[in-house]
Structure formats: structure tokens, C-alpha cells
Nanobody, 119 residues
Framework: QVQLVESGGGLVQAGGSLRLSCAASGFDVMRTWMGWFRQAPGKEREFVVASSGSSTRPYFADFVKGRFTISRDNAKNTLYLQMNSLESEDTAVYYC????????????WGQGTLVTVSS
């Protein structure tokens, strides 16, 4: 069964850092397109970062401005999002997603993890 479980969210002061995790089951994170999205209160879900696999270059939303990095752990089958220099505007529920993991042309979503940045 394909499943994504995020963790690592919490409350952090502006300028601080957090690392989000997305533990995957049912597919290989190293070979699958995966990404992070976020949804702030009252706003639509938006793209943050994604890559097609462990050896491909990730692409980021403009607002990231070099503050975030994405990585994958083969042994733990987990995707990570390292977020530095956090700003109040980064407050949102963060979701990981995987394409073509469970079924062709299908996107699987995790349940989300809340990140709150206090100013």
C-alpha cells in the first residue's frame, strides 16, 4: 500500500530552522518524482520544491530563495525538507506528494504537518 507520512512540523521563531520528514511506504523514494507543497490559512495549496529522483536536480519555487533544501534517505525510504531562515510567511501546513507511486498518472499525498513561524 502506498502511503506518505509527514512529521517534523512545529513552532519556530523567525530566522530559525526545521527539518520535515516524509516517510514513504509501497514505493522507492529514490526513483520516484516527489515534492513538497504547502497551504497557508485561507490560501490555496502551492508548490515548494520537487525532483524526479535522487539523482536529479530539484526545482524550487521562487519564494524559497535558497533557504530550503530537499534530500532523500534510501535506507529509511524518506524524503526530507530542510528549511532555514524561516519567515512568518512560511507558516502553513506542509504536504509531501509522490507521482506515479501507487497508480499511473496519480498523485499520492501525505496528511500534512503544520509549521508555525512566530515573528
Amino acid at each position: 500500500q502506498v502511503q506518505l507520512v509527514e512529521s517534523g512540523g512545529g513552532l519556530v521563531q523567525a530566522g530559525g530552522s526545521l527539518r520535515l520528514s516524509c516517510a514513504a511506504s509501497g514505493f522507492d523514494v529514490m526513483r520516484t518524482w516527489m515534492g513538497w507543497f504547502r497551504q497557508a490559512p485561507g490560501k490555496e495549496r502551492e508548490f515548494v520544491v520537487a525532483s524526479s529522483g535522487s539523482s536529479t536536480r530539484p526545482y524550487f519555487a521562487d519564494f524559497v530563495k535558497g533557504r530550503f533544501t530537499i534530500s532523500r534517505d534510501n535506507a529509511k525510504n524518506t524524503l526530507y525538507l530542510q528549511m532555514n531562515s524561516l519567515e512568518s510567511e512560511d507558516t502553513a501546513v506542509y504536504y509531501c506528494a509522490a507521482d506515479n507511486a501507487g497508480a499511473p498518472s496519480a498523485r499520492v499525498w501525505g496528511q500534512g504537518t503544520l509549521v508555525t513561524v512566530s515573528s
